[in-house]
């Protein structure tokens, strides 16, 4: 299967930071996306981005399919960006990243 | 936009008890559903791909008869957990994508908690 590495698996940040999360897939995808899981398990599509960059007000993401790789940039840190992060492609199946789990503090 | 409703949201209940939980596409079809299942500060796990009007796919180490999976409409598959025993405990999530998956977004389900006493 598609081993998808996301990386940093920890980050902590102070309210009002600037970040980027990573994804790497080992093979070509069909479909990728970004979700946003917060505290209640619920996860919140954020950007469905096979190719190409999107923009959705704070944030914003990069998918560059041919080196495997794609990119969530959270800007000006809220404390409700707190959750854990996934990334999600498919190839035959749909494989879930590692995760990153972001704790923004006041 | 795509809505997929999940029920219950909760579930507690003692160790020998049948929980079925549903995943409704509320206003699309979907010919495909997708159930997974995640543990505590883990990633999802896919459990198993549902398919409308045919038996279900399971992936490696998931048993098909302690997790039954129904698809008997275009707009329901319902997850059911036979015999459930403490380590069945977990989060459970559905997912659904338009028109296939391969071109479209997949929306998930709010998931299911389900804890086994």
């Known amino acids: 299967g598609i081993q998808v590495e996301q990386s940093p698996p920890d980050l902590i940040l102070q309210e009002g930071a600037n970040s980027t999360l990573r994804c790497n897939f080992s093979d070509s995808v069909n479909n990728l996306q970004w979700f946003h899981q917060n505290p209640w398990g619920q996860l919140i599509n954020l950007f469905y981005?096979?190719?190409g960059t999107k923009q959705n007000g704070r944030l914003s993401a990069t998918t560059v399919a041919t080196e495997r790789y794609s990119l969530l940039y959270i800007s000006s840190s809220q404390t409700t960006d707190s959750g854990v992060y996934f990334c999600a492609v498919y190839g035959n199946q749909f494989y879930f990243g590692t995760g990153t789990s972001l704790t923004v503090i006041p | 936009g795509a809505v997929v409703s999940q029920h219950p949201s909760r579930v507690i209940c003692k160790s020998g008890t049948s929980v079925k939980i549903e995943c409704r596409s509320l206003?699309?079809?979907?010919?495909?559903m997708f159930w997974y299942r995640q543990f505590p500060k883990q990633s999802l796990m896919l459990m198993a791909t549902?398919?409308?009007?045919?038996?279900?796919?399971?992936e490696q180490g998931v048993e098909k008869d302690k997790f039954l999976i129904n698809h008997a409409s275009l707009t329901l598959s319902t997850l059911t957990v036979t015999s459930a025993h403490p380590e069945d405990s977990s989060f459970y999530i559905c997912?659904?994508?338009?028109?296939?998956?391969?071109?479209?977004?997949?929306?998930f389900g709010d998931g299911t908690r389900l804890s086994i006493l």
């Open positions: 997912s659904a994508g338009v028109q296939g998956v391969r071109n479209q977004p997949q929306h």
């Open positions: 549902s398919n409308e009007g045919s038996k279900a796919t399971y």
């Open positions: 206003d699309f079809q979907a010919t495909t």
């Open positions: 981005i096979p190719s």
